[in-house]
């Protein structure tokens, strides 16, 4: 895992604005960059779509309860969304 | 004291300059403030001809403004000013990181104190206002003393205080027997001493269910639970201690005292949970609320161990609130809610034992809207009462069966004989209506025109029948939020200011997450709705917002409704049976007498 993700306390927001036709289209966009920023556990949290596009937030949750923190245990634990 | 030139490299911002000027002035230190138009060449030559130890700078950062005060540094440089003058650079958007990087000597971003700039002036360390984490624990039922203000409603929730505590007094149940264990056997130092349990062990699981009495006979745990390794737990400790040592708490009420700011935690993880309530303390949340597994709620007894939970609700351990407890800061008031289940009375003895500030226990809302057998929570209930009578622990009456659409009223009915019977045995409750779009609000319109109106009739209704505390709840502004942020964050803000205008004694807060069902609520999500609360209170200061003159009818009419199902308790002569014929919230209104606990209850003596 890449060191400042080792760092997220849980999870990571991506918001912005796609210029696209249908909010569908804005979070298949967002779900697909959360995916090939290399995030396993993706969602988008709020989509809004208007006529120019869509604002839209994308999460990633590096951790989950119950998952082994790596900014708690150093280099040694396994993270669970990436 | 030293001379000080200060110069906006801005065209038209100079305020932040003219401030620290001033504080610098107060502070002994000869300040220049250089007007607004001069070119950097200009800047460079009058430093030189004043002979200033220290030149600041103001420019906001835009496009193209790096280049522009990395040229500045290399005149100061080539006109050989840095030899004897340090040069920093304050304004919007200035990280130090970045005036390092651009060759200056310091950087002042947003919310820069002018001790800082002094310090940086008499090249001294800038060690933090140590005020800022001054915060004092507040009591918030001090100052109250639960005198009425109606005599009708006085003498009505007597009757009602009377049938309880007559009918409760001599019934039992498993859940009153752990309680009383729990008390009588568990001696919390001795535990944190690894003295062990004393015999609480012995007795206690013959008066659980089935998944706790699997753990004490095995050791096999619910299975979205696991044990914490030796690694992290270790971890923690390091974690913990690294972070108490640069931290400090914020203040979010600017000019007032009150309201206090709650957040709520229960990432179903010990460890995850300290994280977020370190974080919730550092951006100003003045208390934290446990939210434990709703199948805790269901679960007659508690399981022991350090246990982490794979989904949302914390479990209630005795380990697990121990260690969450011992990591808060020292100001932040600790709730642990006991009110809706098969463990409230032992919930209240447990969080007492392990230092919680407040509890939460409502008879009818964990009978009517949680599940619990409305005979079995009546009984302990008014056990868990006066457990919160013997260990100080006051607690709200919180009232979410609103939320499953019981009208207002009715639920306020309830909340007070909750209330009126704690203050009779000796307690100190709190009252919290619901800052909420509820359903009956939705059905009839109460908020057709604004969300002010009902929820101030709701303050002023209980302020006319008692003098007792006001913590709106839980969340405010509940079912107004939506999955966006900006718009969840502005809710919870707006709701906070109105807490505030009404004066009321403490709120609890959402997080921008509280209309996202995909996943756990994140941290940067409750940092959210602090700063947005901050940022109200900073607006509002001791201004107001003025109800309608609605909100005025609207209290009347909530206190006649009261007094009216009061009459409905009395009529049925007998609580439990009022709770089931729906007198206090009714199938239709979408309040279900609940089975969890059934026929546990027996009377003694």
């Known amino acids: 895992m890449n060191k400042a993700l080792e760092q ?27 995916k090939e920023f290399g995030f396993k556990d993706v969602d988008v949290v709020f989509a809004q779509y208007e006529g120019p596009g869509v604002r839209v937030r994308g999460r990633a949750y590096v951790y989950r309860p119950a998952d082994r923190y790596r900014w708690l245990l150093g280099g040694t634990a396994e993270g669970a969304g990436v | 004291m030293s001379k000080v030139l200060l110069a906006p490299l801005d065209p038209v911002h100079d305020i932040g300059l003219k401030m620290i000027a001033r504080g610098l002035g107060q502070a002994g230190h000869e300040t220049v403030l250089l007007p607004p138009d001069l070119t950097p060449e200009e800047i460079v030559r009058q430093t030189l001809e004043q002979g200033a130890e220290t030149l600041l700078v103001s420019r906001t950062l835009g496009y193209g403004v790096a280049e522009l005060l990395a040229r500045f540094i290399d005149l100061a440089d080539a006109a050989g000013l840095r030899a004897k003058t340090r040069i920093g650079i304050g304004g919007m958007a200035v990280r130090r990181e970045l005036a390092a990087e651009l060759g200056f000597d310091a950087g002042f971003g947003p919310g820069t104190t002018v001790e800082e700039v002094r310090c940086f002036v008499e090249r ?39 049938m309880i505590e007559d009918w409760a007094r001599v019934r039992t149940s498993p859940g ?149 407890g011992a990591g808060r800061e020292r100001s932040t008031l600790w709730q642990v809610r006991a009110h809706r289940g098969l463990n409230t009375p032992e919930t209240v003895v447990l969080a007492a034992k392990l230092g919680a500030d407040l509890t939460k226990i409502n008879i009818c809302y964990g009978a009517l809207g949680a ?40 639920a306020f009915a309830g909340m007070l004989i909750v209330a009126d019977l704690a203050v009779r045995l000796g307690a100190r409750p709190i009252l919290q209506p619901l800052f909420a779009y509820s359903p009956e609000v939705m059905i009839h319109g109460l908020m057709e025109d604004n969300y002010v109106d009902f929820n101030a009739a709701k303050v002023l209704a209980l302020r006319g029948i008692v003098n007792a505390p006001i913590w709106p709840g839980a969340p405010i502004g509940f079912l107004t939020h939506t999955e966006d942020r900006v718009q969840s964050a502005m809710a919870t803000a707006l709701h906070a200011c109105l807490g505030a205008a009404l004066e009321v004694d403490a709120i609890s807060i959402a997080s921008t997450d509280e209309a996202y069902s995909g996943g756990p609520i994140s941290v940067p999500a409750k940092v959210d709705t602090l700063r947005a609360v901050q940022e109200g209170f900073r607006f509002l200061g001791q201004a107001g917002i003025a109800p309608t003159p609605a909100a005025d009818a609207a209290a009347a009419k909530l206190v006649a409704e009261i007094e009216g199902v009061l009459d409905a308790v009395i009529k049925e002569g007998d609580f439990v049976a009022a709770l089931h014929a729906g007198a206090l919230g009714s199938r239709e209104e979408g309040a279900y007498p609940g089975r969890a606990g059934k026929d546990t209850v027996r009377t003694v003596g």
């Open chain 1, 8 to 34: 997220v306390m849980d999870a990571l927001d991506v918001e912005t604005f796609f210029v696209c036709d249908s909010e569908e289209a804005g979070r298949k966009y967002m779900l697909g960059l959360l």
């Open chain 2, 124 to 162: 001294r360390d800038y060690v933090p206002d140590p005020t800022r984490s001054n915060k004092e624990k507040a009591d918030m039922t001090a100052g109250y003393d639960y005198r009425y203000r109606h005599a009708g409603i006085a003498g009505k929730l007597a009757k009602i205080s009377a």
């Open chain 2, 176 to 324: 009153v027997e752990r309680a009383r264990l729990r008390d009588e056997l568990w001696d919390a130092e001795r535990w944190r001493a690894r003295e062990g349990d004393g015999t609480l062990y012995e007795h206690y699981p013959a008066l659980c269910g089935e998944v706790p009495q699997r753990y004490y006979a095995t050791g096999e745990l619910h299975p979205k639970t696991r044990r914490f390794t030796k690694e992290e737990v270790a971890g923690l400790e390091s974690y913990l201690a690294e972070t108490k040592a640069r931290m400090s708490v914020l203040k979010l009420q600017h000019s007032r005292r009150r309201p206090l700011v709650f957040n709520q935690y229960g990432t179903g993880c010990p460890f995850l949970d300290i994280g977020h309530i370190l974080a919730s303390e550092a951006w100003g949340a003045d208390g934290v609320v446990h939210f434990d597994p709703s199948w805790g709620a269901r679960t007659e007894g508690f399981l022991d161990g350090f246990l982490t939970h794979q989904e949302d609700g914390t479990v209630i351990t005795p380990a697990n609130l121990n260690r969450i």
């Open chain 2, 371 to 410: 599940g619990t057998d409305p005979e079995r929570l009546t009984v302990d209930g008014y056990q868990a009462i006066l457990y919160a009578k013997k260990y100080g622990l006051p607690f709200d009456v919180v009232t979410n069966e609103e939320l499953a659409g019981v009208p207002a009223y009715k």
